[in-house]
C-alpha cells in the first residue's frame, strides 16, 4: 500500500466525516455446509443399494434472537479479515467443521431481514466428501450442531419443496415458489414457511436453485468418491437432476460416458465394488477422467 502523504489523510479524514450522514450496516456470512450422505439398509434390504441423497449442516441458535431455533453457521465479519476468511472462522467455531472450498451463493440485504440492525450476508456454500464433519459439534454461540438430510428434493416448473430428516423422522420442509432464469438456476420469489432464523429458509432453498443450475453430468463428481459404480453415478444424477430419459437407457448412457470423443468417465480396470453383503453381482468401478476435471 502506498504511503499517505498529509494531503491523503486530511482528505480521508473530510471522506470518514461525511460518512456520518449515511447508515451503516453490519456484515456477516452465513454458510450451507453440504455433503453425501447414503440411507442405511435394514436386514430385509439386502438386496437393495443405500439411498443417496445430500445433507445440510445447521446449527441450533444458544441465544436471542431465535433461541433455539435451527439456522445456518455463521456471523458477523471482524474489521481484520475479509469475508471468506470470515465465513470460515464462523464455520470452524460454530461447528468444528473446516471449509477446504467457499463457493459464493449470494448477497442477501433486505433491509428488514435481521430484526436486530440493518445486517447485509454473504453467503457461501462448503461442500464436503462422504463422511467428513462426523465430529462436528455446537460452539461460540451455537448450543447444538446436526446434519440434516434433504430427501427427495422437487424443483422444477418455478416451484420447489426440499424436506429436511434426522433418521425417518421430518424434522422441518421448505416449499414456495422461484422464477426461473437463464444463469444462476432462479430467483427465490418465496418461501411459504420459514422455520429457520432470520432469512435462512430463503437463503436454503436460493443454494439448491444456484447448485442444481451446474451441469448435472459434471456436478455429480462433488458428491462421489474417487471410484464408484455406474448405477451410483446415475443415482447422484436423478437426485440433482431429476427422472431423465438419459440416465433410463443404461447401456446408450455409458457409451455416452466412455466412448465419446472426450469422454466424463474411464473403468477401473480389474476393480468392482465391495457388496457388504448385498445381493447382487459386484459392479465395475469407475472413475471420473483426469484430462475432464474442472
Same mark, same amino acid.
Given at each position: 500500500?502506498?504511503?499517505?502523504?498529509?494531503?491523503?489523510?486530511?482528505?480521508?479524514?473530510?471522506?470518514?466525516?461525511?460518512?456520518?450522514?449515511?447508515?451503516?450496516?453490519?456484515?456477516?456470512?452465513?454458510?450451507?455446509?453440504?455433503?453425501?450422505?447414503?440411507?442405511?439398509?435394514?436386514?430385509?434390504?439386502?438386496?437393495?443399494?443405500?439411498?443417496?441423497?445430500?445433507?445440510?449442516?445447521?446449527?441450533?441458535?444458544?441465544?436471542?434472537?431465535?433461541?433455539?431455533?435451527?439456522?445456518?453457521?455463521?456471523?458477523?465479519?471482524?474489521?481484520? +479479515?475479509? #469475508?471468506?476468511?470470515?465465513?470460515? $472462522?464462523? !464455520?470452524?467455531? =460454530? &461447528?468444528?467443521?473446516? %471449509?477446504?472450498?467457499?463457493? @459464493?451463493?449470494?448477497?442477501?440485504?433486505?433491509?428488514?431481514?435481521?430484526?436486530?440492525?440493518?445486517?447485509?450476508?454473504?453467503?457461501?456454500?462448503?461442500?464436503?466428501?462422504?463422511?467428513?464433519?462426523?465430529?462436528?459439534?455446537?460452539?461460540?454461540?451455537?448450543?447444538?450442531?446436526?446434519?440434516?438430510?434433504?430427501?427427495?428434493?422437487?424443483?422444477?416448473?418455478?416451484?420447489?419443496?426440499?424436506?429436511?430428516?434426522?433418521?425417518?423422522?421430518?424434522?422441518?420442509?421448505?416449499?414456495?415458489?422461484?422464477?426461473?432464469?437463464?444463469?444462476?438456476?432462479?430467483?427465490?420469489?418465496?418461501?411459504?414457511?420459514?422455520?429457520?432464523?432470520?432469512?435462512?429458509? +430463503?437463503? #436454503?432453498?436460493?443454494?439448491?436453485? $444456484?447448485? !442444481?443450475?451446474? =451441469? &448435472?453430468?459434471?456436478? %455429480?463428481?462433488?458428491?462421489? @468418491?474417487?471410484?464408484?459404480?455406474?448405477?451410483?453415478?446415475?443415482?447422484?444424477?436423478?437426485?440433482?437432476?431429476?427422472?431423465?430419459?438419459?440416465?433410463?437407457?443404461?447401456?446408450?448412457?455409458?457409451?455416452?460416458?466412455?466412448?465419446?470423443?472426450?469422454?466424463?468417465?474411464?473403468?477401473?480396470?480389474?476393480?468392482?465394488?465391495?457388496?457388504?453383503?448385498?445381493?447382487?453381482?459386484?459392479?465395475?468401478?469407475?472413475?471420473?477422467?483426469?484430462?475432464?476435471?474442472?
Amino acid at each position: 500500500m502506498a504511503r499517505l502523504t498529509k494531503e491523503d489523510k486530511r482528505k480521508i479524514a473530510e471522506y470518514r466525516a461525511k460518512l456520518d450522514g449515511y447508515a451503516r450496516p453490519s456484515v456477516t456470512a452465513d454458510i450451507v455446509a453440504i455433503r453425501p450422505a447414503y440411507s442405511e439398509l435394514k436386514a430385509e434390504q439386502w438386496r437393495e443399494n443405500p439411498e443417496f441423497s445430500l445433507e445440510v449442516l445447521f446449527i441450533r441458535r444458544g441465544q436471542w434472537p431465535f433461541e433455539g431455533s435451527w439456522a445456518l453457521p455463521g456471523g458477523f465479519i471482524r474489521r481484520e +479479515e475479509t #469475508v471468506d476468511e470470515g465465513a470460515r $472462522r464462523e !464455520l470452524r467455531e =460454530e &461447528t468444528a467443521l473446516v %471449509a477446504k472450498r467457499l463457493i @459464493p451463493v449470494g448477497v442477501f440485504s433486505k433491509p428488514d431481514r435481521d430484526m436486530r440492525a440493518w445486517i447485509i450476508s454473504n453467503v457461501f456454500v462448503s461442500i464436503h466428501r462422504l463422511g467428513e464433519g462426523t465430529c462436528i459439534k455446537g460452539g461460540d454461540d451455537a448450543a447444538d450442531a446436526k446434519w440434516l438430510r434433504v430427501k427427495q428434493p422437487e424443483v422444477s416448473r418455478g416451484s420447489f419443496r426440499l424436506p429436511f430428516f434426522e433418521g425417518d423422522r421430518q424434522v422441518f420442509s421448505l416449499t414456495g415458489t422461484y422464477r426461473e432464469e437463464d444463469f444462476g438456476g432462479g430467483t427465490v420469489l418465496h418461501v411459504d414457511e420459514n422455520p429457520l432464523a432470520f432469512d435462512h429458509g +430463503e437463503i #436454503v432453498a436460493q443454494t439448491f436453485l $444456484r447448485i !442444481l443450475s451446474f =451441469e &448435472t453430468k459434471k456436478l %455429480a463428481f462433488f458428491f462421489l @468418491p474417487e471410484k464408484f459404480t455406474l448405477g451410483n453415478y446415475i443415482e447422484v444424477c436423478r437426485y440433482l437432476g431429476g427422472e431423465s430419459p438419459e440416465w433410463s437407457n443404461i447401456p446408450n448412457f455409458r457409451r455416452q460416458l466412455t466412448a465419446t470423443k472426450n469422454p466424463l468417465l474411464e473403468v477401473c480396470e480389474g476393480e468392482y465394488e465391495e457388496l457388504d453383503g448385498r445381493g447382487h453381482a459386484p459392479a465395475k468401478l469407475y472413475r471420473r477422467r483426469i484430462d475432464n476435471h474442472a
